[in-house]
């Protein structure tokens, strides 16, 4: 008796949508130098033939990576703007729910974010894409401080301080302290208090 194995064709979306997946795991693990193409593929059970069709090399792949994840990110934290009849603290703790929100559904996403946010790979589309966030958020807070409602440093500064505060916490609950919701609202006063007058 012949058996005939039936060969599958997977759908290309699915397929650059499961390479896309794999890497941001591995990428997110490892970093962009302790991942390799091969484990990308193993990963997400496609051929490494496959990769390169959709992909170049591992450098527009860790690209398109980031392109998704830091869109998605800007639209999340930003879509709606906070509400500009709130108080400037009010309209800051939102985003600051926010950033907690994109972290517990996008925990990976969150953390290769950080990891990937200034490497040299990076193409300058990715950086654009960076770049519009960032300034998004200084005018944010240029606003608030002619207002009387930020302190008076550079907004990248104090930019960098609120993230980097949550980057940190992100980084405590990822070694075992768990962030409960009234410690992820008290740290919210934490960081006000940062940027506050």
């Not at 108080?87 to 990937?116: C, N």
């Not at 930019?159 to 990822?174: H, R, T």
């Amino acid at each position: 008796m012949n058996i005939h194995s039936a060969v599958v064709t997977r759908d290309p979306e699915i397929t650059k949508k499961c390479i896309l997946d794999a890497a941001l795991a591995l990428f997110a693990e490892r970093g962009f130098h302790g991942t390799n193409v091969p484990d990308v593929a193993k990963t997400a059970q496609v051929g490494a033939g496959s990769i390169y069709r959709h992909f170049a090399d591992k450098v527009a792949l860790v690209n398109a990576v980031f392109q998704q994840w830091k869109l998605r990110f800007t639209e999340e934290l930003l879509s709606p703007a906070p509400d500009p009849r709130l108080s400037y603290e009010d309209q800051f703790r939102e985003i600051w729910a926010r950033l907690w929100r994109f972290y517990r559904k996008h925990p990976q996403a969150t953390i290769f974010l950080d990891v990937h946010a200034h490497g040299d790979y990076l193409s300058d589309e990715s950086r654009k894409i960076a770049e519009s966030l960032e300034s998004k958020f200084e005018a944010w807070v240029r606003g608030g401080q002619k207002q009387g409602a930020l302190v008076g440093a550079r907004p990248e500064e104090l930019i960098a301080m609120v993230y980097g505060a949550f980057i940190g916490l992100v980084k405590m609950e990822i070694n075992g302290q768990t962030m409960s919701a009234r410690h992820q609202e008290s740290s919210g006063d934490c960081a006000w208090n940062l940027v506050s007058p």
